[in-house]
């Protein structure tokens, strides 16, 4: 996802980063090199060394810090991007299980019934466009328990706390 614009909000303390589907804000209290009253952000543009996936910042007395897409749409919980990072996930664990598994990747092409291209296509995570179901199917078959949780959402800062603090899957 590419960064049109980015602009230093001081009074609501944070970014607002303008893609071409949405306006997202990211708080300056999420920053590593961190504004002050006496330091003020400058300048914030989106970063042509990162194809503009990504933007800088630069304080008053020449400090900068660079942020990347990720970082904000992961902040606004936005659904695209969790979905992406779901599969993603589940992906790596699929990887591990099938490097650990006793069983043939051949036997566990068979049982899926599918072809070895669309089995390998199944463990590539940057494929995003894979059947959930099969990635499920593979898991379970591997051995790995999966389990959705659908919990009623509360504030943002409480529903990014809690996501991070669980396990991968």
């Known amino acids: 996802m590419k960064i049109k614009r980015v602009r230093a909000n001081n009074r609501k303390k944070a970014f607002e980063v303008e893609t071409a589907s949405s306006v997202y804000t990211f ?3 999420l920053l590593r090199v961190q504004p ?3 330091n003020r952000i400058e300048e914030a543009f989106p970063d042509e060394e990162l194809g503009r996936e990504g933007f800088t910042y630069r304080l008053a007395d020449g400090q900068a810090d660079t942020i990347h897409i ?4 992961e902040y606004n919980r936005d659904p695209s991007y969790m979905n992406d990072l779901l599969v993603y996930r589940l ?3 699929a990887q ?3 490097e650990a598994s006793a069983i043939s990747k051949r036997e566990l092409i068979r049982v899926l019934g599918t072809s070895a291209s669309q089995f390998y296509r199944l463990l590539d995570p940057a494929n995003r466009a894979k059947s959930m179901g099969q990635l499920l199917t593979l898991l379970r078959l591997l051995g790995r328990e999966v389990d959705v949780v659908v919990s009623k959402s509360g504030n943002t800062a ?3 706390r809690s996501y991070r603090g669980k396990a991968a899957v």
Do not use: C, I, N, S
């Open 27 to 29: 708080p300056y209290g």
């Open 36 to 38: 002050d009253p006496r």
């Open 70 to 73: 990720d970082a904000v749409l």
């Open 91 to 93: 992906t790596l664990e």
């Open 96 to 98: 591990r299980a099938v």
């Open 158 to 160: 409480r529903r990014r």
